[in-house]
C-alpha cells in the first residue's frame, strides 16, 4: 500500500530524530509548569508532541506546516470540484506531504475498499430507543467494529513493537472508511426513521459518497461542503480534548476504535464540539427576535443582553488562536461565494463584524474573534441538515482523519504510556509557601 511505503521510507529517520532528542537532550528544558496551570486545564504547559499539525496563535492550523488557504489549494480535487479530496488531506496528515492527484486517489480507493459496515453494527443501533444522542450512537458503532481491530488481533499474536504503526495503519484506513455511512446512517435512523441498510459507492469520493448517503437535496453542493468540512474538522494540534482523549486511550495500546470512542466522547461535550449547535441556535434566536436580520445597533445591544445575562456568545474566544479562525474564515468565503443572500449567513457576517467589538469591550475574553464553531452550523443549515445534535457527529467524522493519523506515528515512534503525576493540595499549598 502507497502510504505504508512512503512511512516506512521517513522511519528511519524520524526514529534517530527522537532517539537523538530523548538521549542526548532529554535534560533540556522546554517550559514550566504553574500553580494556576495546575487549577487552569494545563493551559500552555508545553508537554506533548506531534508533527501532525500545529495550531500557531497568531496565523491559526498549519496542517504539516501549511496553513489552511494553502491546504485548500495545493491539495489534489476530483475532477470538476471545487474543494479538495479528503483523501488527499488524509496522505498529507499521515505522510507529511502534498499528494499528486493519483495519490489522493489511491486513499479514496483504499476507502472505498474497507467501507462495509458489518451487519450487527446497524442491529445494535436499531436496537437503541430513539432519543439515544447522535454521538452515544455514533460512539457505539465505533466500539461495534473494534471486534475487527487489526492491531488488537495482531498484538493478540504476539506482533513485534516495530510493526505496532502498520496495524494501526489499517485499523485507521478501516474505522476513517467507514465513519461517513455510519454518520449518514445515525442520521436517516435518528431523525426520519429510516433504517435500511446502506451502502457506499465506490466510485465516489468521500464526500460526494456522503452527501449522496445523508439524502440532502443540493447533493453536489453538499458534497463540496462535505469535502470542506471533514478537511477543516480534522486536526487542530494534540491538546484539544478530542485529539488528547484519543492520544490518551491509545497510548495504553488499546486499539484505533477504543481510543477513537474516547475522542468521541469528548468531543461531545459542551465546551468542545457542542459549541456549533450553539452557535446556530443562538443565530437563529437573533432572527427570531427581530423577525430577520437586524441593524447592527440592535445587534450590538442583543449580544450585550447574552453577556449580562451570564451567558456566552457561543463561537467567538478560544484557548490558543489569537486570531480570527482561519476555519471559520474559509467556511465563510465558501459560504458567500454560494448563497450570499441567506439570512443566517448575513446575519452570521454581520455578527463577525459587531461582536468582536463588543468582547473587547467586555474585555474579559483573551481573543475576541470567532472560531470554527460559529459559521460551520449556519452552512450545514443551508443544505437542509438542521438537526443540531448531529453537528457534533459530523465534526466526529472530520476528527477521526487527524486523531487517527496521530495515533500511527505515536505507535511508528514508540510513544509510551501517558502518565503525568498528580500533587495534593497540600503540596500545593507547601510550594506556594517557598
Ligand atoms: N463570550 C463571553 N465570554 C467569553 C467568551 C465568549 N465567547 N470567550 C471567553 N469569554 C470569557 C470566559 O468565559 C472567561 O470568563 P471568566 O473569567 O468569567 O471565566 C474569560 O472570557 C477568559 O476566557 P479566555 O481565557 O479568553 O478563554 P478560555 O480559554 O477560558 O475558553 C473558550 C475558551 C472557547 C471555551 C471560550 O472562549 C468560550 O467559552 N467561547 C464560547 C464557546 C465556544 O465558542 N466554544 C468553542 C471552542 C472551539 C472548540 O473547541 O470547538
Known amino acids: 500500500m502507497l502510504i505504508h511505503e512512503k512511512i516506512a521510507a521517513q522511519l528511519p529517520s524520524w526514529r534517530e530524530r527522537v532517539t537523538r532528542l530523548a538521549r542526548d537532550y532529554g535534560e533540556i528544558v522546554i517550559g514550566e509548569v504553574t500553580i494556576a496551570q495546575v487549577y487552569g486545564g494545563?493551559?500552555?504547559?508545553?508537554?506533548?508532541?506531534?508533527?501532525v499539525s500545529f495550531v500557531d496563535p497568531e496565523t491559526g492550523i498549519k496542517l504539516r506546516g501549511l496553513s489552511v488557504p494553502e491546504v485548500l489549494k495545493k491539495l489534489p480535487r476530483p475532477r470538476g470540484a471545487k474543494t479538495p479530496y479528503v483523501g488527499g488531506l488524509f496522505y498529507l496528515l499521515l505522510v507529511g506531504e502534498i499528494p499528486s492527484r493519483a495519490e489522493a486517489e489511491t486513499v479514496e480507493a483504499e476507502w472505498a475498499r474497507r467501507a462495509e459496515v458489518p451487519d450487527h453494527v446497524f442491529k445494535m443501533l436499531k436496537a437503541m430507543p430513539r432519543e439515544t444522542p447522535a454521538m452515544t450512537l455514533l460512539s457505539q458503532a465505533v466500539l461495534?467494529?473494534?471486534?475487527?481491530?487489526?492491531?488488537?488481533?495482531?498484538?493478540?499474536?504476539?506482533?513485534?513493537?516495530?510493526?505496532?504503526?502498520?496495524?494501526?495503519?489499517e485499523d485507521a484506513l478501516d474505522l476513517t472508511a467507514k465513519l461517513p455511512l455510519l454518520a449518514a446512517f445515525i442520521y436517516r435512523m435518528k431523525y426520519f426513521g429510516e433504517t435500511k441498510k446502506l451502502r457506499s459507492n465506490p466510485r465516489q469520493d468521500y464526500g460526494t459518497n456522503f452527501a449522496r448517503l445523508m439524502g440532502v437535496p443540493d447533493r453536489k453542493s453538499y458534497a463540496e461542503l462535505a469535502r470542506l468540512f471533514f478537511i477543516l474538522h480534522s486536526d487542530h494540534e494534540s491538546g484539544n480534548a478530542s485529539a488528547h482523549a484519543t492520544h490518551l486511550v491509545g497510548s495504553t495500546l488499546s486499539d484505533a476504535y477504543y481510543a477513537f470512542s474516547g475522542g468521541l466522547n469528548a468531543l461531545a461535550g459542551p465546551l468542545h464540539g457542542l459549541a456549533t449547535q450553539e452557535a446556530v441556535k443562538w443565530l437563529l434566536s437573533v432572527l427570531d427576535t427581530f423577525g430577520g436580520v437586524p441593524g447592527r445597533d440592535e445587534l450590538y445591544k442583543f449580544a450585550w443582553d447574552t453577556l449580562n445575562d451570564g451567558r456566552v456568545i457561543p463561537g467567538y474566544g478560544h484557548a490558543v488562536l489569537r486570531v480570527p479562525d482561519p476555519r471559520f474564515i474559509a467556511q465563510l468565503e465558501f459560504a458567500r461565494a454560494r448563497f450570499p443572500d441567506d439570512d443566517l449567513l448575513r446575519l452570521a457576517g454581520l455578527v463577525y463584524e459587531v461582536v468582536p467589538q463588543v468582547l473587547k469591550e467586555q474585555g474579559k475574553a483573551k481573543n475576541p474573534a470567532p472560531n470554527v464553531d460559529a459559521?460551520?452550523?449556519?452552512?450545514?443549515?443551508?443544505?437542509?441538515?438542521?438537526?443540531?445534535d448531529f453537528y457534533?457527529?459530523?465534526?466526529?467524522?472530520?476528527?477521526?482523519?487527524?486523531?487517527?493519523?496521530?495515533?500511527?506515528?505515536?505507535?511508528?515512534?514508540?510513544?509510551?504510556?501517558?502518565?503525568?503525576k498528580s500533587l495534593t493540595t497540600a503540596m500545593l499549598e507547601e510550594a506556594a509557601k517557598t
Open 42 to 51: 494545563m493551559r500552555e504547559v508545553r508537554s506533548l508532541v506531534t508533527d
Open 144 to 169: 461495534a467494529l473494534q471486534g475487527g481491530s487489526v492491531f488488537a488481533r495482531m498484538y493478540q499474536e504476539g506482533m513485534k513493537k516495530d510493526a505496532y504503526w502498520e496495524a494501526a495503519l
Open 392 to 420: 457534533t457527529v459530523l465534526f466526529g467524522v472530520g476528527r477521526a482523519l487527524g486523531v487517527t493519523a496521530n495515533l500511527v506515528w505515536a505507535r511508528a515512534l514508540g510513544q509510551p504510556i501517558e502518565r503525568p
Open 375 to 388: 459559521i460551520s452550523g449556519t452552512l450545514q443549515y443551508h443544505y437542509g441538515v438542521r438537526e443540531f
